[in-house]
């Protein structure tokens, strides 16, 4: 179990390491590394999902790790709560960045494995704090440099504790 304590309210993350033994791992490793403190969900769009992993305050970019392998072909459904990988248009191009699904986006799972085809990897769920989730889409949002549905009032995740 991995609990991020944001501005808003705690987060209990479930992760799936037997669907998504790699992606799992990663996301643990950045976890432990304490990499997640301090970051902020950047991107966040009501009716679809809540971004973030990837920058600290003020939209500052984080170095990452290595990227890893796409595992989306897993059999496991982009469903309201789960945890899933942010990647670019490339595949396998993944690392520390989620998102948080919050409704069911079956569209965004793996089908084939062409560019197109690949999905994004769920890797865990939300099993407390899903009403703090919900509540990241009422802050009002908007565009900062190069990127869209910003919160205007950062959601910051301040710490995380991680449980065997």
């Known amino acids: 179990m991995i609990t991020f304590k944001t501005t808003l309210g705690d987060i209990k993350i479930a992760l799936d390491f037997d669907k998504a033994p790699v992606t ?3 996301f643990q490793q950045y976890a432990e590394d304490g990499f997640y403190n301090g970051t902020i969900f950047h991107r966040v769009i009501k009716g679809f999902m809540a971004q973030g992993g990837g ?3 003020g939209l500052e970019e984080k170095s990452t790790k290595e ?3 796409n595992e989306a072909n897993n059999g496991v459904s982009n469903t ?4 899933a990988m942010a ?11 989620f998102f948080i699904n919050l409704v069911d986006n079956t569209f965004l799972d793996f089908s084939s494995e062409t560019v197109q085809g690949w ?4 890797f865990g769920e939300v099993v ?3 009403d703090i989730v919900d509540k990241m889409t009422l802050v009002d949002t908007g565009r900062l440099g190069h ?8 959601i910051v995740i301040t710490e995380t504790v991680i449980e065997e």
Do not use: W
């Open 119 to 122: 999905g994004y990897c769920v």
């Open 55 to 57: 920058f600290s305050s």
């Open 24 to 26: 799992a791992k990663n």
């Open 147 to 154: 990127h869209d549905d910003v919160p205007k009032e950062e």
């Open 128 to 130: 407390e704090g899903m």
């Open 80 to 83: 309201r709560g789960t945890l």
């Open 67 to 69: 990227t890893i392998k």
């Open 87 to 97: 990647r670019t248009q490339d595949p396998h191009s993944a690392s520390a960045q």
